[in-house]
């Protein structure tokens, strides 16, 4: 008989996960249980699994395929794996890491992508001795406690996502960030989402928006600064302190999340992450010629890998 046990950690998001081993193979009992936990906490939290990239990558499949990182700069991927992004702030072949200040700031994973993912799996590797912590907003709840009158203006309402946009990326290796922006040109996603497993909506914003479509920059800064304060609202977050060992995976379609830089950057943080590819195309190019170009860029990678 199982002994796994889910025990909530948050009000509005997180439970951790006990009493199974990831490097085992998962049978159905434990998937669904596992599943149905993901879809009500959004974030679960497996502590102390030392997990190889490969047995990461294994259990990850349970829930999906994977992403294989078309819209990253090869250099930060794992060397044998590409199926995992290799987050980390130590040097990497004696430069500076093209992901070694990521995810400073809300964001839905890969939003700057028509298709975005599903969800996640990180490994923390590496910690520093404090910080460093990751907090995740519920959108579901978000969007739920908004007015009707706001929900209902919101339901028509696209928004302009784009990869520039991603904190401190012009502290970047300029040639990875151009890279970056080469795959990922500007897309539009609606601001509401319904989750495609539970039926609920949310309300999808981040701080990787431009703006609104077919309203005035003003308009837009204003609504997207209040959008963003009301879905981070610390009564919607979960703050996860993390342990070496800890395997989170956090449900993409209805969550944000950031990456704290409150650490001693002399410290290694070191993150492996496996993304669930999206299940459905939520987002078009902002522009024809741009996605052209992509298109192009990427038949060339593909032409000499
Ligand atoms: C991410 O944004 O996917 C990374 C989160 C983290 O490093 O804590």
């Given amino acids: 008989m199982s002994t796994l046990t889910i025990t909530p950690l948050g009000f509005a998001a997180g439970a951790e996960v006990t009493g199974i081993d990831l490097r085992k193979p998962l049978d159905a009992a434990d998937r ?41 700069a090869p250099q930060t991927l794992h060397a044998d794996h590409h199926e995992i992004l290799v987050l980390t702030n130590k ?60 929900r209902k203006l919101l339901e028509s309402l696209e928004a302009l996502h784009d990869v520039s946009l991603i904190r401190g990326i012009e502290q970047r290796d300029p040639a990875l960030v151009a890279d970056m922006k080469r795959r990922n040109p500007p897309v539009i996603h609606p601001v509401v989402r319904v989750h495609p497993e539970t039926g609920r909506k ?15 920059d003003e308009e837009s800064q ?18 996860h302190r993390w342990s070496v060992g800890d395997l989170l995976m956090w449900d993409n379609r209805c969550s944000c999340h950031v990456a704290l830089g409150d650490f001693d950057q002399t410290k290694p943080r070191v993150m492996y992450r496996c993304s669930l590819q999206g299940q459905e195309v939520t987002g078009r190019f902002a522009t024809e010629a741009a996605a052209a170009d992509r298109d192009q860029m990427l038949q060339a990678v593909a032409a000499v890998s």
């Fill in 202 to 216: 949310s309300l999808f914003v981040g701080q990787r928006i431009r703006g609104f479509l077919g309203v005035s």
């Fill in 91 to 150: 040097l990497v072949g004696g430069k500076q890491s093209g992901t070694h200040n990521s995810g400073r700031n809300w964001h839905t994973d890969l939003s700057y992508t028509t298709c975005p993912a599903k969800g996640a799996l990180l490994h923390c590797k590496e910690k520093p001795p404090v910080g460093g912590d990751t907090m995740f907003a519920n959108l579901y709840i978000a969007y739920e406690t908004l007015s009707p009158t706001m």
């Fill in 32 to 72: 669904l249980r596992i599943n149905e936990a993901w879809l009500r906490h959004l974030v679960l939290v497996f502590p102390r699994q030392e997990l190889t990239p490969q047995e990461q990558i294994v259990f990850a499949r349970n829930f999906g395929a994977l992403d294989q990182h078309e819209s990253q």
């Fill in 222 to 239: 204003s609504l997207l600064a209040m959008l963003n304060a009301h879905a981070t609202s610390p009564e919607f977050v979960y703050r």
